[in-house]
C-alpha cells in the first residue's frame, strides 16, 4: 500500500484526490484489536450541559409530592448558591412504560415508547458540583484541565473503520458544554485522537472547499509536505508535525466525505420528518438534524460521536436554578422525538446491537428548591444516566437513590465505573488501556473504577 506521505508528495489530482486513498500501515486511526469480544463497536454519547434532574425525569419520588412545601428533613450538604428552600416535589407525572414498566416523566412522551431499551443507572455520584469541572470527570475522568477526553481514549484503543472521516467526531448543536473545547481534547495522547467539531452550519465545517485551483492545492500541499518531513529529518519523531502530515490527507478526504454525509436529501421523507426536521421548533430541528447525522457518521464507521444541546434556553442549558417548569420542558422538547428517533433507526437498521448510547449529565438537581420561585441547585450525590443498545441489558433500572432522591444509597457508582463499563463494552479493559506520560502510566479511569456488571447483556 503506498504510504500517506508518498501519497501526498506524488498525487496529481490534488486535494480532492486524496479521498480515494485508504488508511497506512502504521496510521493511528489504523483498526486495532480490542482486548477481548466487544459488544459494541461504536459509541454515542448524548451529553445533557448543566444538570438534568433525574428527580423530573427519570427517578420518580412520590415521597416529594406527599411533603410538597415541608421542611427538607434530611441533613443538607452545602450547595452551589446556599439558597435552599422546602421540599419540592415534581411538576410533572411518570408513567410506567413498555413491557418492562420502566417510569419515565410527562417530559419524554416520545422516549416512553422506547423504554424497553432503556438502560437506566439511577444511582450516578459526581466529585463536583461545579460546571466545568463536573463536564470534565464526565469527559475525561478527572477534574483536571488538558487530560484525554473518552472519545480520545476509545480512538487511541481502537482506532476507527473509517477512512474517510474523523474516529471522534463533535456534532455541536450550539452549546459547548462550561469547560469548553478542553472536553473533547486528546490531552497527552497524540493530537490525531482528538475530537472534530462540526457545526450545525451550511457546510458543517468551515474551509472544505479549496481556495483556489486543484493544481494550487496540490502544489501548496507538496510545498508544505516538503518542509514538514525536513523539519522532521533535523529533529526527530515529533507529534503535532506527524500529526499534521496525517491530517492532510484526512482533510483532502474530508472535503468530499463531510459534505456526502451531511446531505441528507437521500433520506426518506419519512425518516427526516421522525427525526423532527419539519417540527415547529427550532432546537427539535437542530438536535433532530444532528441525530440524524450521528446515524449517518456511525454508518460510515466512525468510532465515537458526541452530541451537545441546542440554545435553547439561552445558556442555561438544563441548568434550571430557578422556573425549572419553564426550563425543562423547553430542552426536554427540544431531544425527546430526535432521541427516540435515533434508537428506533439504529435497531431498523440492525445499527443498535453494536452501537451503545448513552445519554449523561454531568449532576442532578437537589429535592428541594431554590429560593422560591421553582428551581433547583445542582446535586453531586444522586442523578440518573441512561444506555441503550451495545451490549447493555435493556429494560432495567440499576441502583437508587433515597425517598427523596437527594443521595444514591443503593448500588452506588461513580464516573469511574461508567468509563470502566463503556470501555468493557467496546471489549476494553480499562485497567490495561493506559499511556505512560510524565513518568507514569495513565488511564480513564486512573486507579479506580469498576465495570457494573449487572448492566451488562448475557451472551
Not at 484489536?33 to 420518580?60: C, E, N, Q, W, Y
Not at 435553547?312 to 423547553?330: C, E, F, Q, T, Y
Request: proline share 6%; hydrophobic share 40%.
Amino acid at each position: 500500500m503506498i504510504g500517506r506521505r508518498h501519497f501526498l508528495t506524488s498525487a496529481f489530482g490534488g486535494f480532492g484526490a486524496l479521498a480515494f486513498a485508504g488508511l497506512a500501515a502504521g496510521s493511528p486511526m489504523a483498526v486495532r484489536k480490542p482486548h477481548f469480544r466487544p459488544r459494541a463497536r461504536h459509541v454515542i454519547f448524548l451529553f445533557m450541559d448543566g444538570g438534568m434532574s433525574h428527580i423530573d425525569t427519570f427517578d420518580p419520588k412520590p415521597r416529594l409530592a406527599a411533603e410538597h412545601g415541608q421542611r427538607f428533613p434530611l441533613k443538607r450538604e452545602a450547595t452551589q448558591f446556599d439558597s435552599n428552600g422546602p421540599v419540592m416535589a415534581s411538576p410533572w407525572d411518570f408513567q410506567e412504560c413498555g413491557q418492562s414498566g420502566l417510569p419515565i416523566s410527562d417530559l419524554f412522551p416520545n422516549l416512553r415508547k422506547e423504554a424497553d431499551a432503556l438502560c437506566i443507572v439511577r444511582s450516578m455520584t459526581s466529585k463536583s458540583a461545579l460546571h466545568a469541572t463536573a463536564n470534565f470527570w464526565m469527559h475525561t475522568g478527572t477534574n483536571m484541565l488538558g487530560r484525554p477526553s473518552m472519545g480520545s481514549w476509545v480512538t487511541y484503543a481502537l482506532g476507527s473503520p473509517s477512512e474517510n472521516l474523523p474516529g471522534f467526531v463533535v456534532l455541536n448543536s450550539g452549546v459547548v458544554p462550561v469547560g469548553g473545547v478542553d472536553n473533547f481534547k486528546s490531552g497527552f495522547l497524540p493530537a490525531a485522537f482528538e475530537g472534530s467539531i462540526l457545526t450545525n452550519g451550511d457546510p458543517p465545517l468551515p474551509n472544505l472547499k479549496p481556495s483556489g485551483t486543484i493544481e494550487r492545492q496540490r502544489r501548496q500541499i507538496e510545498l508544505i509536505v516538503r518542509q514538514d518531513r525536513a523539519l522532521l529529518d533535523r529533529i526527530g519523531p515529533a507529534d503535532a508535525v506527524e500529526t499534521a502530515l496525517r491530517n492532510y490527507e484526512l482533510a483532502a478526504a474530508m472535503q468530499t466525505a463531510v459534505p456526502e454525509m451531511a446531505n441528507i436529501s437521500n433520506e426518506s421523507a419519512a425518516t427526516r420528518k421522525a427525526y423532527g426536521l419539519d417540527h415547529q421548533n427550532e432546537h427539535t430541528r437542530i438536535y433532530g438534524r444532528n441525530c440524524l447525522l450521528a446515524r449517518r457518521l456511525v454508518e460510515r464507521g466512525v468510532r465515537f460521536v458526541e452530541l451537545t444541546m441546542p440554545r435553547v434556553d439561552g445558556d442555561n442549558r438544563w441548568d434550571a436554578h430557578s422556573k425549572i417548569k419553564d426550563n425543562h420542558p423547553k430542552n426536554a422538547n427540544a431531544i425527546d422525538q430526535p432521541i427516540a428517533a435515533l434508537l428506533r433507526d439504529l435497531r431498523e437498521r440492525g445499527l443498535l446491537d453494536e452501537t451503545l448510547v448513552v445519554c449523561a449529565t454531568e449532576f442532578g438537581r437537589t429535592p428541594f428548591s431554590q429560593s422560591n420561585d421553582g428551581g433547583r441547585d445542582h446535586n453531586e450525590f444522586g442523578f440518573s444516566v441512561w444506555m441503550a443498545g451495545g451490549g447493555v441489558r435493556p429494560g432495567m433500572a440499576h441502583g437508587a437513590t433515597d425517598e427523596y432522591g437527594y443521595k444514591a444509597v443503593e448500588d452506588v457508582c461513580d464516573i469511574h465505573d461508567l468509563h470502566a463499563t463503556v470501555l468493557y463494552l467496546l471489549g476494553l479493559d480499562h485497567e490495561l488501556l493506559t499511556f505512560r506520560f510524565g513518568g507514569r502510566d495513565h488511564r480513564l479511569t486512573d486507579v479506580h473504577g469498576r465495570v457494573l456488571r449487572k448492566l451488562v447483556n448475557a451472551g
